[in-house]
């Protein structure tokens, strides 16, 4: 777009162009963002359009002002949505709307002869099925009809869109309807086991070549290549499905599916051709067709699911019902009722999951009775009179949540989510104290003993004040103390302990366990977390986490849980300035960290091997540590520190660095949480574009705890755009939250949570990334319905429902 009203159609067409072909990124240019730059655009109106066009070009302004919070199919649909236009207007023609547009007459591919068909049925049972075809799917775990009702594709290709041929624009997926011009049918000349079928189809605004390809010997067979001649005689008329592409030779559809037609306006009967089509996940041996054709075989049987939602509920939200969504999720007549249906079916999977983990709780609360712990008391006033700072307004509230719970015979299960920094840890000394005071013990497990001690180091220096006796038990803890502990748990002499997964030995008994606090909680599975809850009589449980979660996220881990967070740093945390740099600026780097500690601070290094690896071109720990301690840093001493060594060696490394023996440390994410050290003021981050936004927020977060200004340098491997603008959201945010939300959006929640980490739903449709407004809908319908009725007997369909469901998403022993 220039100043004056003038527009650059070439540069606007090619700017779209270059964001579909960088997957839908919203890239950076040199002065705007894609979406600011089209935002932009469209706010200003060229002199040619006509007032129709005028309405379409300003609500594109809107749609692009948001298009950060569009899903990638949004973008890719609002993307060949611009192009179209732009190329209306320069051109100066006018269109009709695609919503207003005349739907293709497309023959319904369900037939109702099978409406007889039992849900349980056994596929090898069914007509038009067999035993040859069960067999393919069963290599897909599909075993009955029901099986294959609830095998939801993963995509849907819209080719219901009918346009002409001048108006096809690249990108997008559209059915096309025409006259044979010519037709040809050959074996290529550069491949003879390839056969190419060509047509060129015209209609009256223009013409199109169209390729279609067959692989094998028996294409090349000159008979049935003048059979397909036979098939397309000049004049004849044909629909074509496809993505538009554009090659060398001009646009065209991408090998097309292709039908003959007994008129203009005639019916298409290929479940391919002219709808919106179902792609289902495949495996070896099975093909699309295979699944399609026993979708339609057992489609009418959905006509037989009973829905669980009550009528009220669903209606209240404008659902269709079970059957239609099911029917219409398959193969939708449009893309409307397509979306409505996929809406309820995430609906579900969302709600019932919810209803599990709130009917859970409440089965708890009325099974289950805890110690009631004193929420006032001596030790906690002495506390409060020991601390050397005022807590938060945020920890003041957590703190108020958490002894109200304790204050109850209902078991506290509260997890508490706080930012690198914001004081969880003194947070739940108050519930610890609480237990103390109340004449019971608690524990307190992490998971690494990098963190464990680090807590109790703290918790040390807090209750020597306090008069109270507190222990660290880890692997690495000598026999002879190991076994001093044990005694003086089992007597009740000791009424705190600190470890990591030595807490869960069959061989750690507690006299009187009251409280269980579990740091990174997450990273514990199911199991471990139960086994220490077994070592006392139904104790209060506070998780905590230093990972901030997105809201989804908790919602889908931890929906039986309270969850509290701590949303606001203590006063004279600093600054933590974060750079992005790419390898050559690296010697600017480690001038920076030259400087501090002339100064007398210190630097992490980090980097992501311990070792150096062939496959990935990423600098070692190990290797570095030498060469930064020989050839760049000789004046200074460069400690290490990574997760092979030993615990005395790590203890050591750490114990050097706190006392400033060491300036630099090397080291791998050991680091990642549990390290205080106030006077280290530069986090320089090796390969950091390798690492999680949440990871490198939690490296961040070891710098900026002292005094002084703070520094944190991101060096980056790659030039991609992607990792630009992950990289950016660091330097442009320091909210936990929000940089856990981009995460996910870049990255997806498992491996948010770290290497696919247990516990997370299988969803069959719903993504914790797209469709966060449904899962907040679900949460509080299902919060609703257990207000109204806690034991779901009014509902047995519902309650059936749950349990089948439930168990699926999160396996038995969460129901255990």
Request: aromatic letters at 6%.
């Amino acid at each position: 777009m220039t100043d004056d009203n003038t527009f650059d159609w070439e540069r606007l067409h090619k700017a779209l162009a270059v964001e579909a072909k960088n997957g839908y990124s919203d890239i950076v240019g040199n002065q705007y963002r894609f979406s600011e730059f089209f935002c932009l655009t469209f706010g200003k109106v060229p002199p040619q359009t006509t007032l129709e066009q005028e309405k379409r070009w300003r609500n594109l302004a809107i749609e692009f002002s948001n298009y950060g919070e569009k899903t990638v199919t949004e973008r890719q649909q609002l993307i060949v949505k611009a192009s179209r236009l732009l190329k209306e207007v320069q051109e100066g023609k006018t269109d009709t709307p695609t919503s207003e547009r005349k739907p293709l007459a497309t023959k319904s591919p369900v037939a109702n002869s099978q409406a007889n068909l039992d849900l349980d049925q056994p596929l090898r049972d069914v007509p038009g099925i067999g035993r040859s075809r069960s067999n393919s799917l069963y290599r897909l775990g599909l075993e009955t009809v029901r099986d294959v009702l609830f095998y939801y594709p993963r995509e849907h290709i819209d080719y219901a869109q009918q346009v002409n041929i001048a108006d096809l624009v690249e990108g997008e997926t559209v059915t096309i309807v025409g006259t044979v011009k010519s037709c040809n049918c050959f074996t290529s000349p550069k491949n003879k086991k390839l056969t190419i079928l060509q047509l060129v189809i015209k209609d009256r605004t223009g013409e199109v070549k169209l390729s279609r390809f067959f692989a094998g010997t028996r294409f090349a067979h000159r008979g049935w290549q003048e059979k397909q001649k036979r098939l397309y005689p000049r004049s004849a008329i044909v629909a074509a499905s496809g993505l538009v592409k554009k090659n060398k030779y001009g646009i065209t559809l991408d090998n097309p599916e292709i039908e003959l037609l007994d008129s203009p306006g005639g019916e298409i009967e290929s479940v391919n051709i002219g709808r919106v089509l179902p792609v289902y996940p495949l495996t070896e041996g099975v093909s699309a067709d295979v699944i399609r054709k026993a979708v339609i075989t057992v489609l009418p049987a959905a006509k037989k699911l009973q829905d669980p939602l009550p009528t009220p509920l669903r209606e209240q939200y404008g659902f269709p019902t079970l059957s239609e969504a099911v029917t219409n999720l398959h193969f939708p007549p449009d893309h409307d009722t397509l979306a409505h249906a996929r809406r309820r079916l995430i609906f579900d999977e969302f709600f019932f999951l919810q209803l599990g983990f709130l009917t859970r709780r409440q089965q708890q609360k009325e099974t289950q009775q805890s110690a009631i712990l004193n929420p006032t008391g001596k030790l906690i006033d002495q506390f409060k009179q020991f601390l050397p700072f005022s807590l938060t307004n945020a920890q003041q509230r957590v703190v108020s949540d958490i002894l109200q719970d304790l204050n109850s015979e209902t078991p506290m299960n509260r997890l508490v989510q706080g930012d690198v920094g914001s004081g969880k840890t003194v947070v739940a000394v108050f519930a610890i104290l609480a237990a103390i005071q109340s004449g019971y013990q608690a524990a307190l497990m992490a998971p690494t003993e990098v963190l464990a001690e680090q807590h109790y180091r703290k918790l040390v220096g807090w209750f020597n004040l306090l008069h109270l006796p507190v222990e660290l038990l880890t692997g690495s803890t000598k026999t002879a103390k190991r076994r001093e502990i044990h005694q003086q748990l089992e007597t009740g002499e000791l009424p705190l302990l600190v470890g990591t997964h030595a807490l869960i030995q069959d061989t750690v008994n507690f006299q009187r366990l009251g409280l269980v606090v579990i740091d990174e909680q997450h990273r514990f599975g199911v199991q471990q977390r139960a086994r220490l809850l077994d070592k006392g009589h139904s104790p209060h449980v506070l998780s905590m986490t230093a990972t901030p979660i997105p809201r989804t996220l908790a919602l889908t881990l931890h929906g039986d849980l309270d969850v509290s967070q701590i949303d606001e740093l203590p006063p004279g945390r600093q600054e933590i300035q974060t750079t992005v740099l790419q390898g050559k600026e690296r010697r600017q780097a480690y001038e920076l960290i030259r400087r501090e500690i002339a100064q007398g601070r210190q630097a992490y290094i980090v980097l992501p091997l311990v070792e150096e690896s062939e496959k990935l071109d990423v600098r070692s720990a190990i290797e570095e540590q030498e060469r930064l301690q020989e050839s760049v840093f000789p004046e200074f001493n460069v400690g290490l520190l990574h997760g092979r060594m030993s615990s005395q060696e790590k203890d050591e490394a750490l114990t050097a660095f706190r006392d400033n023996e060491t300036q630099i440390i090397v080291s791998t994410t050991v680091i990642e949480v549990g390290v205080d050290v106030p006077n280290a003021t530069v986090m320089l981050i090796e390969n950091a574009e390798r690492f999680g936004l949440s990871q490198l927020h939690q490296l961040r977060g070891r710098v900026g705890r002292g005094e002084e200004k703070s520094y944190c340098l991101l060096i980056s491997g790659s030039k991609t755009d992607t990792a630009k603008q992950r990289l950016g959201v660091l330097e442009q945010s320091r909210d936990g939250f929000f940089i856990s939300e981009m995460d996910m959006r870049f990255r997806g929640p498992g491996e948010v949570l770290g290497k696919r980490q247990s516990g997370l739903p299988d969803f069959a449709l719903a993504s914790l990334v797209e469709d966060q407004e449904v899962l907040v809908l679900a949460r509080e319908a299902a919060e609703k319905l257990v207000f109204v009725d806690k034991s779901l007997e009014d509902y047995p369909l519902l309650e059936e429902e749950l349990e089948r469901r439930y168990r699926k998403l999160m396996g038995s022993t969460i129901l255990a």
